[in-house]
């Protein structure tokens, strides 16, 4: 609305005829409307809007104490003004159609205090008034007055939080603007949101102008919680390395509040050491570093205890005991005893083939090697770690020993390795009376016993770290052997022994396995899973180096061995889920052969990606299940596999990465389709999720055998250890759908005996701490079977079923175990439900819903949760589950 140039003189008109004055300017059309808009107000609004529009005008005045009063007051009236969710308040309504007016008076006015108040106003304005993407509310922020953010309300400051990030990076793109005004306000933003339990919306602020540093001086004891759990699980869909600065901000955040068993979570998953170490310095509470014991042991991670981090040297033994597992074995039988499941089962207990109709029970009781051999690993994996069973295993009143050898002796050559192998899956975890037990076998004259042997000395001691190291002292001179079996047996359980330790003895015999031009293809293959194995994400360029000297030394004919493909997983495995580190490896990569090239790339790319949820990734594996091949090319399979590891990380990129998996099974060719259900399978490890068992279901029946073998296969993988009576039904009617095909029905076996892994009290799931922790270890024995399986023909139904061992290195037992001070188990009442994910929701929301209250030790399925349901004791670890140590609370009163 134009103003006249005497408008002075106006000042002294009253209200009503200043304000009846804009409508005689416009047309006439325009007056009628506002005198029927101006009809529906009420008497108060009507005032209200009057009273602003004389406000506008009097801003407008000559004299500066007219101007100061209008603009105070209509400061106020904004300010005061309440408004709901729905409406805008009252005077943002009415002066929208002075918007244009004040902001020209605006350019005006010279440099003063009045124009930065005037700027203030016009900022709160520009709010509901501006158009989209010009940034005004912003711009006349910065021109304004530095007066108190938050007196204008929480909108205002959202909608400022949300115009500070496009012009914090277009000045990012000019390398002479200054930062320096904006950052100030993002300091009183954060300070705002801060003091507002709006912690989610600060972080993200500082997100996007990339400065998280200074969150840490905002936080408080009220709020560090919500703020961390926010940052950490907002880790998951942050592209490196954003991720790691996240994990490493509320590392430092805990570490302030002293929050010290959340810190050495976030230290783990940021898989540094130096954390690690610090946090066990800093702590003066024996108790709570045998809580972090029980952490590291659940991670499988390698610590050796010095004296800064314990003083005393008892106490440091029993850390050390704590971390290296050793008391795993006692605390499983325990649960075992506990759910009353001690009672070895054989696999006709499994099979239950009384349930099914005619024809494939009669060949159930035929004997047969193949059948056999499935029978072993299905006692193997449903009687491991009982330390009894009802074949390999004799008890006092059989016999003597003609049971045991009965049983090794109806398997043919490579057969009798997995059979005396399987004696270490029944013993697993329990080192001692493991090794008196396969002892007798150590000297046996087949080379086959021998060499199941070797690697059963290995699947004890999996997991478990002793001072003794027996698996390095029996296994490392067979290593060196003339026969590629033993070689192979020995050196399998080396990989399974020692995996992610380290341990440099190791790396200096086996590079020279490597090294020689002479070693047979099957036993440099194993050679460099193993040394893959034991450096698991370590990115040794050693070890690296002698991979790629021995891929490039093989000639084109070994190129074309399904074996080789274990060289780039090997080389994989050095770098998993290491993201950037691996770049200068894939380069060299790119020289190899052609047959090998693709193929190492993606395993390559799939591996250091594992478990990291980068879109990207999956966006380029996804391109390389889109190209048309020639014959002879095999890296879809990984590309596809590779889908899932990088997927995996967080629920929502795995329900997208099933989707797309769907499409790639409508429209993708044969050796695409053939991978898509071992990737499946990953994603929902030990997880069985309605949808996929469906699809896995459909897919056993499909007319290609090696789709269906791999759908048999990913159905006992996604119900390992659930004991999950659909797809035990699944697969008993597979059993008499395939009883002629042998393949098939060892296929069958394997999953049946994996559904019912450890009786089901076992997992495979890489994840604990409530998915917030990925375990390297048990991740690389899931990738090296799967990759085994995407050429079923070659390994597992041929002479190599004993990588199925690989699994073992997965294996851990789904519970929550409660230790009262002294280690010693304690019955607690707890809630055992369905976890919610409550990050960053505004109160204190349940965590769990649909629970159920039972007394530990309890067994937890996947997306289970467990709280206390008592005060008398208190956790020393917020997440429940594995081994959680006890307090007794000092301010309980029992009840009367």
Same mark, same amino acid.
């Given at each position: 609305?134009?103003?006249?140039?005497?408008?002075?003189?106006?000042?002294?008109?009253?209200?009503?005829?200043?304000?009846?004055?804009?409508?005689?300017?416009?047309?006439?059309?325009?007056?009628?409307?506002?005198?029927?808009?101006?009809?529906?107000?009420?008497?108060?609004?009507?005032?209200?809007?009057?009273?602003?529009?004389?406000?506008?005008?009097?801003?407008?005045?000559?004299?500066?104490?007219?101007?100061?009063?209008?603009?105070?007051?209509?400061?106020?009236?904004?300010?005061?003004?309440?408004?709901?969710?729905?409406?805008?308040?009252?005077?943002?309504?009415?002066?929208?159609?002075?918007?244009?007016?004040?902001?020209?008076? $605006?350019?005006?006015?010279?440099?003063?205090?009045?124009?930065?108040?005037?700027?203030?106003?016009?900022?709160?304005?520009?709010?509901?008034?501006?158009?989209?993407?010009?940034?005004?509310?912003?711009?006349?922020?910065?021109?304004?007055?530095?007066?108190?953010?938050?007196?204008?309300?929480?909108?205002?400051?959202?909608?400022?939080?949300?115009?500070?990030?496009?012009?914090?990076?277009?000045?990012?793109?000019?390398?002479?603007?200054?930062?320096?005004?904006?950052?100030?306000?993002?300091?009183?933003?954060?300070?705002?949101?801060?003091?507002?339990?709006?912690?989610?919306?600060?972080?993200?602020?500082?997100?996007?102008?990339?400065? %998280?540093?200074?969150?840490?001086?905002?936080?408080?004891?009220?709020?560090?919680?919500?703020?961390?759990?926010?940052?950490?699980?907002?880790?998951?869909? %942050?592209?490196?390395?954003?991720?790691?600065?996240?994990?490493?901000?509320?590392?430092?955040?805990? /570490?302030?509040?002293e929050d010290l068993t959340n810190a050495l979570r976030t230290g783990v998953a940021l898989d540094n050491l130096q954390y690690i170490k610090h946090i066990y310095e800093i702590s003066n509470d024996l108790l709570q570093k045998k809580q972090f014991s029980y952490i590291l042991?659940?991670?499988?991670?390698?610590?050796?205890?010095?004296?800064?981090?314990?003083?005393?040297?008892?106490?440091?033994?029993?850390?050390?005991?704590?971390?290296?597992?050793?008391? =795993?074995?006692?605390?499983?039988?325990?649960?075992?005893?506990?759910?009353?499941?001690?009672?070895?089962?054989?696999?006709?207990?499994?099979?239950?083939?009384?349930?099914?109709?005619?024809?494939?029970?009669?060949?159930?009781?035929?004997?047969?090697?193949?059948?056999?051999?499935?029978?072993?690993?299905?006692?193997? $994996?449903?009687?491991?770690?009982?330390?009894?069973?009802? /074949?390999?295993?004799?008890?006092?009143?059989?016999?003597?020993?003609?049971?045991?050898?009965?049983?090794?002796?109806?398997?043919?050559?490579?057969?009798?390795?997995?059979?005396?192998?399987?004696?270490?899956?029944?013993?697993?975890?329990?080192?001692?009376?493991?090794?008196?037990?396969?002892?007798?076998?150590?000297?046996?004259?087949?080379?086959?016993?021998?060499?199941?042997?070797?690697?059963?000395?290995?699947?004890?001691?999996?997991?478990?770290?002793?001072?003794?190291?027996?698996?390095?002292?029996?296994?490392?001179?067979?290593?060196?052997?003339?026969?590629?079996? /033993?070689?192979?047996?020995?050196?399998?359980?080396?990989?399974?022994?020692?995996?992610?330790?380290?341990?440099?003895?190791?790396?200096?015999?086996?590079?020279?396995?490597?090294?020689?031009?002479?070693?047979?293809?099957?036993?440099?293959?194993?050679?460099?899973?193993?040394?893959?194995?034991?450096?698991?994400?370590?990115?040794?360029?050693?070890?690296?180096?002698?991979?790629?000297?021995?891929?490039?030394?093989?000639?084109?004919?070994?190129?074309?061995?399904?074996?080789?493909?274990?060289?780039?997983?090997?080389?994989?495995?050095?770098?998993?889920?290491?993201?950037?580190?691996?770049?200068?490896?894939?380069?060299?990569?790119?020289?190899?052969?052609?047959?090998?090239?693709?193929?190492?790339?993606?395993?390559?790319?799939?591996?250091?990606?594992?478990?990291?949820?980068?879109?990207?990734?999956?966006?380029? /594996?996804?391109?390389?299940?889109?190209?048309?091949?020639?014959?002879?090319?095999?890296?879809?399979?990984?590309?596809?596999?590779?889908?899932?590891?990088?997927?995996?990380?967080?629920? =929502?990129?795995?329900?997208?990465?099933?989707?797309? %998996?769907?499409?790639?099974?409508?429209?993708?060719?044969?050796?695409?389709?053939?991978?898509?259900?071992?990737?499946?399978?990953?994603?929902?490890?030990?997880?069985?999720?309605?949808?996929?068992?469906?699809?896995?279901?459909?897919?056993?029946?499909?007319?290609?055998?090696?789709?269906?073998?791999?759908?048999?296969?990913?159905?006992?993988?996604?119900?390992?250890?659930?004991?999950?009576?659909?797809?035990?039904?699944?697969?008993?009617?597979?059993?008499?759908?395939?009883?002629?095909?042998?393949?098939?029905?060892?296929?069958?076996?394997?999953?049946?005996?994996?559904?019912?892994?450890?009786?089901?009290?076992?997992?495979?799931?890489?994840?604990?701490?409530?998915?917030?922790?990925? @375990?390297?270890?048990?991740?690389?024995?899931?990738?090296?079977?799967?990759?085994?399986?995407?050429?079923?023909?070659?390994?597992?139904?041929?002479?190599?079923?004993?990588?199925?061992? $690989?699994?073992?290195?997965?294996?851990?037992?789904?519970?929550?175990?409660?230790?009262?001070?002294?280690?010693?188990?304690?019955?607690?009442?707890?809630?055992?439900?369905?976890?919610?994910?409550?990050?960053?929701?505004?109160?204190?929301?349940?965590?769990?819903?649909?629970?159920?209250?039972? @007394?530990?030790?309890?067994?937890?399925?996947?997306?289970?949760?467990?709280? =206390?349901?008592?005060?008398?004791?208190?956790? =020393?670890?917020?997440?429940?589950?594995?081994?959680?140590?006890?307090?007794?609370?000092?301010?309980?009163?029992?009840?009367?």
């Open positions: 609305m134009a103003v006249d140039p005497t408008s002075n003189a106006n000042s002294s008109t009253p209200p009503a005829a200043s304000a009846a004055k804009p409508p005689s300017v416009k047309d006439p059309k325009k007056s009628k409307k506002d005198e029927k808009k101006d009809e529906d107000l009420s008497e108060e609004d009507l005032a209200l809007k009057e009273q602003l529009e004389l406000y506008v005008e009097r801003v407008q005045d000559s004299d500066p104490g007219v101007q100061k009063l209008a603009l105070e007051s209509m400061r106020q009236e904004i300010r005061t003004a309440t408004s709901s969710m729905t409406s805008v308040p009252k005077p943002l309504k009415f002066l929208r159609p002075h918007y244009g007016t004040l902001k020209e008076y $605006f350019g005006k006015m010279s440099e003063s205090v009045l124009r930065k108040y005037l700027a203030d106003i016009l900022s709160v304005l520009a709010m509901t008034m501006s158009a989209e993407g010009e940034r005004e509310s912003l711009k006349y922020r910065l021109l304004g007055s530095e007066g108190d953010i938050g007196s204008w309300g929480h909108e205002y400051v959202r909608n400022l939080a949300g115009e500070i990030s496009p012009e914090f990076s277009k000045r990012q793109q000019f390398e002479e603007a200054s930062i320096d005004d904006l950052m100030d306000l993002v300091q009183q933003i954060v300070a705002f949101h801060m003091k507002h339990n709006a912690e989610p919306e600060a972080v993200d602020l500082l997100m996007e102008v990339e400065d %998280l540093d200074l969150l840490v001086e905002h936080v408080d004891s009220t709020n560090y919680k919500r703020t961390c759990s926010y940052l950490t699980s907002s880790a998951s869909y %942050l592209a490196g390395p954003d991720d790691l600065l996240a994990l490493d901000i509320a590392y430092g955040i805990y /570490l302030k509040f042991a659940q991670h499988g991670l390698v610590l050796e205890l010095d004296d800064e981090m314990v003083a005393d040297d008892d106490d440091r033994e029993t850390l050390q005991d704590i971390i290296n597992n050793v008391k =795993l074995s006692e605390g499983y039988l325990a649960l075992a005893r506990d759910i009353e499941v001690m009672e070895p089962k054989s696999p006709e207990d499994i099979y239950k083939v009384h349930l099914i109709d005619g024809r494939a029970s009669a060949s159930a009781s035929l004997d047969s090697a193949r059948q056999n051999l499935a029978a072993t690993f299905v006692n193997a $994996f449903v009687n491991a770690g009982f330390g009894q069973d009802k /074949l390999m295993t004799v008890t006092s009143e059989s016999s003597g020993g003609a049971n045991t050898g009965h049983w090794l002796f109806k398997n043919k050559e490579h057969g009798k390795a997995s059979a005396a192998a399987s004696l270490g899956m029944i013993l697993l975890w329990d080192v001692d009376s493991g090794l008196a037990q396969i002892d007798k076998y150590l000297h046996s004259n087949d080379n086959h016993v021998v060499a199941g042997a070797l690697l059963g000395v290995g699947i004890v001691n999996c997991n478990i770290k002793n001072d003794c190291d027996p698996a390095f002292a029996l296994l490392i001179d067979f290593t060196e052997k003339e026969d590629p079996t /033993l070689r192979i047996g020995a050196i399998m359980g080396l990989g399974i022994a020692y995996a992610g330790s380290h341990k440099e003895e190791l790396k200096v015999r086996l590079s020279s396995i490597l090294g020689d031009s002479k070693t047979p293809l099957e036993v440099l293959a194993f050679t460099a899973i193993t040394l893959g194995l034991v450096y698991v994400g370590s990115c040794c360029e050693e070890i690296a180096q002698s991979i790629i000297f021995a891929l490039m030394d093989r000639s084109e004919a070994e190129l074309s061995d399904p074996l080789v493909r274990f060289l780039p997983l090997a080389l994989g495995l050095l770098y998993l889920g290491k993201q950037e580190s691996v770049e200068a490896t894939s380069e060299v990569s790119k020289t190899f052969h052609e047959k090998i090239r693709n193929y190492c790339d993606v395993t390559l790319l799939s591996l250091a990606y594992a478990g990291t949820g980068n879109v990207l990734k999956i966006q380029k /594996l996804l391109g390389y299940c889109a190209q048309h091949l020639e014959k002879g090319e095999s890296h879809q399979g990984p590309a596809v596999l590779g889908i899932g590891l990088v997927a995996m990380a967080e629920e =929502l990129g795995l329900d997208m990465a099933i989707r797309s %998996l769907e499409h790639l099974l409508q429209y993708g060719e044969q050796n695409i389709r053939r991978a898509v259900p071992l990737s499946l399978g990953l994603l929902c490890i030990s997880n069985p999720k309605v949808n996929v068992m469906d699809t896995l279901s459909r897919l056993s029946h499909d007319s290609d055998g090696e789709v269906s073998m791999a759908a048999i296969v990913s159905l006992g993988l996604i119900g390992a250890g659930t004991n999950n009576a659909r797809i035990a039904g699944m697969l008993r009617n597979l059993s008499s759908y395939y009883y002629k095909e042998a393949g098939h029905l060892f296929c069958v076996r394997i999953a049946q005996g994996l559904v019912h892994l450890g009786k089901g009290l076992l997992t495979l799931s890489p994840y604990h701490s409530d998915r917030f922790l990925l @375990s390297p270890i048990k991740l690389s024995g899931l990738i090296t079977v799967l990759h085994a399986c995407l050429d079923m023909k070659a390994t597992v139904l041929g002479k190599y079923h004993y990588m199925l061992y $690989f699994l073992v290195l997965a294996m851990q037992p789904r519970m929550l175990m409660t230790v009262d001070e002294n280690l010693k188990p304690l019955s607690v009442p707890v809630r055992v439900g369905q976890a919610v994910d409550v990050v960053g929701q505004a109160g204190r929301p349940k965590t769990i819903t649909g629970f159920q209250t039972h @007394s530990t030790p309890v067994l937890l399925a996947a997306g289970d949760r467990a709280e =206390l349901a008592t005060e008398k004791y208190i956790p =020393l670890t917020k997440v429940l589950e594995g081994f959680v140590i006890m307090k007794e609370n000092p301010d309980y009163r029992e009840e009367n």
